[in-house]
């Protein structure tokens, strides 16, 4: 704010909206289990549902495992990229609730499409988490069947996969594939920085206006990159699905419970074609934004700090010990499982092959075309003049 | 493999080339696990740990904290299998506060003629960048290092494709067919500039064509960037005068022959230049020869006379001279043979920038008098020396060679009789002037010994006819037989 500005008036008017520096809290935010491990049986939320989680002891073990090993692969990731062996990598820590929750909510149906650090979702979808790591290790292009995993490729362009989503969740409604209870929805998770995207928004308008069984998945980890949250919105995010006549809520996005709750209530309203819904996930990128990336330029410790004591992992941890649902022989399998799962996904990046150059040939057309043919072929002689191998 | 492993500092940032040790984390002898951290490392994006990449025992540590690593170089020696006993090569173990130790020369010449393991091998993209710290905090920053490249087949020396400097043409080893030259020039050994090259890509390609060293050159455009114009005057030498000349020089210097008795030299610079513009002209351009051979004896005889006058007394006048006058004067007579093809019309000039065809060092070229038709003779004496002289001394200007409507080449000098000359692309006619001979030759009726010359006219038959070209030729002929009668009845 400008240094001549009046104050009173303007700067009331501008900190109302931040909803995330109120001292008490965020009341929009739908939380079923609180940073310490307290259960909280169901939360109305603004839009009038009801949320709440019926787990067995079992599944709540399970939550727990995937929230751990996906932590732990991704930090097996970044060491990976320290270590020369991945070129770059976008760490999901911080993040695990968000992603295990939306994740777990999903049904075999249901289409999902990410960005490029929904590491957690493609683990809960049951996917082998190699997949991703060719991209960056540099060994492949990123490729792979969207159709075969519901789980559309990683997207760098930032925002453009919410029209895809949107265009795939278009096309369920016309194949009459949403209205019962085994109908199909689409999620597609995105930024705060996103929100700020064209596409994103005419993704909004589009799913409002044609109904489109879709769920708008915002993980709002308060920074695009370096620019903090309140350079991007002067509402909460959430909010902003009202202008596009679709319902909106915010979520704790480190609470596993809670965002299970609300991404299953979104999605089972998408697939009985009652429309597209903007979840806000209110979390915390703990990590640097990728691996060329340093925070501390942008963002204080103290910060940092804080939302450490949110830890998505420790209250759960909390709330089982607390509940007696797991011994502390269950936490030391949990990570013994999470350190043999790290060294093999290790060693198999380490095995990747690297592509003979050319391959790059072959993912251009179907059906190959006679100019490119023409252009392996010149290539190939040209490779072949070198001496030794080509690694 | 070793049990010993050396671990090289990897880039950390999408397209660093250093960084800094900031602290080690832990020292010689110290048992470490897989992913532990070992070393905090700043580079121009972040400080950031880096996890060990074997569990073991810390055999060396090889760069100090403060110092800055290249990546790629060896920074820490993990013996990954400490229970298994004594090694048994001599350890490199650092004494306390005793000399660091080196990697080894294995370890270093693995690095200089391959990737560290499982690093892509580095391309070349963006422009050279000494120094390496590149102010990036995202993205993808400029890469600066020099693509490692596999040696060529056909036993070329390994260390050639990472030489820095330009090698003689005379000792280029084999031919290069795709892409390898633009190293030399666009990448590596960025150090004598001491920042990245300003062209645009044509102005690159230019370059690279014409076989010009960009960092050799001040830019004259915005920012200091290299034009067009700069590397065309470079290319013609009116600006580097230190820069060897490659390739064309070649062809005269005792050759180097390979094992198959055959040398290679690429072809770029005024030799490229010279080929394109002569094939391309030979095959558009229908092209006539005639000759005609003239006895000059007044005409030298004229020119001693001029020699003799006090007003010429300071210039070098040369049959050559005449040769230009008698050119540009049937060229009044006839002017449809100044003149150029465009396709759909014929454009005829009423200026006449005349040619003069020259060996140079550098190669063949063509500057031109601009507007010679309007030059007295003496001023046409003073165009033609300058003209030489710039083009002998080498810093004939793109604008001079620019231009030409109608060209003179002197084969004479070299001592032959004359020749069938090809267009310069553009022109429709060019004047092969012979060697001036004592013949014998039959003059008023008696054969005597007189001073003969034959001359060589080339003409493009899509404008000239051979009526015309035959006027012309004739013409000038008439001139040089008798210089002061043709003065007296043509102007």
Known sequence: MAKGDPGGTTRGRRAAPRSRKSAAGDPELVQLLTPEGERIESVTGPDGNEYRVDFTDEEYRGLYRDLVLVRKLDAEATALQRQGELGIWASLLGQEAAQVGSGRALRTQDMAFPTYREHGVLYCRGIDPIMPLGLFRGVDQGGWDPNEFKFNMYTIVIGAQTLHATGYAMGITMDGKTGTDDGEAVIAYFGDGATSQGDVNEAFVWAGVFNAPMVFFCQNNQYAISEPLERQTRIPLYQRAAGFGFPGIRVDGNDVLATYAVTRTALDNARHGQGPSLIEAYTYRMGAHTTSDDPTR????????????????????AFLEKQQIADADFFAEVDEQARRESVHLRERVLAMPNPEPVTMFDHVYPNGSPLLDEQRAQFSRYMESFEGSAH | MSRIKEFNLPDLGEGLTEGEILSWLVKVGDTIELNQPIVEVETAKAAVEIPAKWAGQVQAIFHPEGTTVEVGTPIIAIDTDPGAGPLDAPSTTATPGGDLPTP???????????????????????????????????????RTTAAKRRPRKGGVPAQAATTPTPMPAATAPAPQPVAAPASAHDGQGAATTGGPVLAKPPVRKLAKDLGVDLRTLTGSGPLGSITREDVQQAATGAVVAAEPIRATSVATSAASFGADREQRIPVKGVRKLTAENMSRSAFTAPHVTEFLTVDVTRAMKALDRLRGRREWRD??????????????LAVKRHPMVNSTWAGDEIVVKEYVNLGIAAATERGLIVPNVKDAGRLSLRELADALNDLVQTAKSGRTSPADMSGGTLTITNVGVFGVDTGTPILPPGESAILAFGAVREMPWVHKGKVKARQVTTLGLSFDHRIIDGELGSKFLRDIGDFLADPEAALLAWT
């Open chain 1, 298 to 317: 942008y963002r204080i410790a103290s910060e940092v700090e804080a939302w450490q004591a949110k830890d998505p992992i420790a209250r759960v941890r």
């Open chain 2, 315 to 328: 210039v070098r006048v040369s049959p050559l001279l005449l040769v230009a006058k008698a050119v540009l």
């Open chain 2, 104 to 142: 080894s020369a294995a370890s270093l010449a693995a690095v200089e003629v391959a990737p560290a393991e499982g690093m892509v091998e580095p391309g070349l993209i963006g422009g050279p960048a000494p120094g390496g710290r590149t102010a990036v905090l995202v993205g993808y920053g400029p």
